[in-house]
């Protein structure tokens, strides 16, 4: 992996967008949370880590 590609996958394919496999805005996932799993997995996350 090369210095750029690695800094394409920490800053664009990570975080919710890399659990989710889809979007990296809450306002979306909480839209898809009922129907797709890894938004709500995202999302769940998301709340674990704030909550921490």
Known sequence: MTP???EHMVN??????GVS???????DLLD???ED???A???ERF???AKK
């Open 47 to 49: 709340c674990y880590q």
């Open 12 to 17: 664009h394919e990570s975080g919710l967008f």
């Open 41 to 43: 997995e995202a999302i």
């Open 32 to 34: 898809r949370e009922a």
């Open 4 to 6: 750029g590609q690695f």
């Open 21 to 27: 496999e889809s979007r990296s805005d809450v306002r």
């Open 37 to 39: 799993v890894r938004a």
